[in-house]
């Protein structure tokens, strides 16, 4: 399973990152591209800017979920999928490891081009009691998971970050 989390690892962070001939020698993996488009029936509303090596995607999904994604890194790739939720009481970490497994299962079932979230949630439910929040997991060689969660009255942002070191 190990085996195949790295290839999906691989595979989404090639999806988010398409080589670009100015950056290619700089970075080889590229510059980032967006992940979801408008033209996705599933998607409402969709912005996308980058700098650099550095992009923000915002999503709202047809079913009203919120969704914005970081993307850093050249040669080590960081994503930070943000969830924007309902505010949400006090919780403990196992609520919240919960929820992420649940968005990113949510996220898979949009449409099968994004089954690969399908593997993130499986990797962090194999290992769920031992996630910490804020505490960096590493899930595969090289690969991490790390999952927060900022409270307000207004909302919960629920954070998942991807991340290759």
């Not at 080589?19 to 488009?37: A, F, M, R, V, W």
């Not at 980058?50 to 047809?62: L, M, P, R, Y």
């Not at 009203?64 to 924007?84: A, K, W």
């Not at 949009?110 to 960096?136: C, G, M």
């Amino acid at each position: 399973m190990s085996k195949m989390l790295l290839i999906c690892c691989s595979c989404l962070f090639l999806l988010a990152c398409q080589p670009n001939k100015k950056t290619s020698d700089q970075c080889p993996l590229g510059e980032p591209t967006p992940i979801y488009s408008l033209d996705l029936p599933f998607v409402k509303s969709h912005s996308f800017n980058k700098t650099g090596q550095n992009s923000k995607e915002e999503i709202i999904f047809q079913d009203s979920l919120y969704l914005t994604i970081r993307q850093s890194g050249c040669e080590q790739i960081r994503q930070d999928y943000i969830f924007s939720l309902e505010p949400s009481p006090a919780a403990n970490d196992q609520f919240w490891i919960q929820r992420s497994i649940e968005l990113f299962g949510r996220l898979a079932s949009y449409s099968e081009n994004f089954y690969s979230f399908n593997q993130w949630a499986d990797k962090i439910n194999e290992s769920k009691s031992e996630f910490r929040l804020t505490e960096p997991f590493e899930v595969a060689p090289q690969t991490f998971v790390k999952i927060d969660r900022i409270p307000s009255p207004e909302e919960t942002k629920l954070i998942v970050s991807l991340l290759q070191t």
